[in-house]
């Protein structure tokens, strides 16, 4: 796997949105990355938008001469207070850029944000035919710690999701969560 010339990583802005969500709207259409069953309205991806313009849930896009390539983000597992120092890790990538290393670029990047926020652990929620995204986590230390059976149904099947993890150490410091429901 080579990583494509010229691939940028950067931190996404509005004007990335139609990008990444033509990226998404694919893999509901096509793929099993998501169980979303629906396309995604641009409106609906600008509210997305606004619950991710927090700098403790950062959003990077990789690039390539052609634009927008793969999105990648960090979100929190829940808004309780406890959980401030955990984040679930989500790329998609869009079909030009397949097994040419923007996925590694892009969870690289995304390690090294989650370890810049204060982030101790990320985790991985993939569905468990995607032997892609699990060897990808792998590659960056993610262990393995469960798999959720039938837990999605999309295109006429019942699907599994696999749980990794990756504890990347003691964090620098405290972080505040939306709310502490």
């Known amino acids: ?44 991806r600008r509210v997305w938008w606004a619950e991710h313009s ?7 896009v990789a690039e390539d001469g052609a634009g927008v390539v793969g999105f990648a983000y960090l979100t929190l597992m829940s808004r309780k ?24 670029a892009l969870l690289g990047a995304l390690i090294e944000e989650a370890r810049a926020i204060g982030v101790r652990l990320v985790v991985a929620s993939i569905t468990s035919t995607n ?13 393995m710690v469960g798999t959720l059976r039938n837990a999605g149904y999309k295109f006429g099947e019942w699907m599994d ?15 505040r969560v939306a709310s502490s429901e």
């Open 81 to 104: 207070a406890g959980w401030r120092f955990t984040r679930e890790d989500t790329i998609y990538i869009d079909e030009r850029g397949r097994g040419q290393g923007v996925g590694a």
């Open 1 to 44: 796997m080579t990583a494509p010339t010229a691939l940028k990583i950067r931190h996404a802005n509005e004007a990335d949105l139609e990008a990444v969500n033509r990226i998404y709207n694919r893999e509901i259409e096509h793929g099993t990355a998501t169980w979303d069953l629906e396309p995604w309205t641009i409106e609906r």
């Open 161 to 175: 999701t696999t749980y990794m993890q990756v504890d990347l150490g003691v964090t620098r410091g405290e972080l």
């Open 54 to 60: 927090d700098p403790l849930q950062p959003v990077i």
């Open 131 to 143: 032997e892609v995204s699990i060897r990808l986590h792998r590659r960056f230390g993610f262990e």
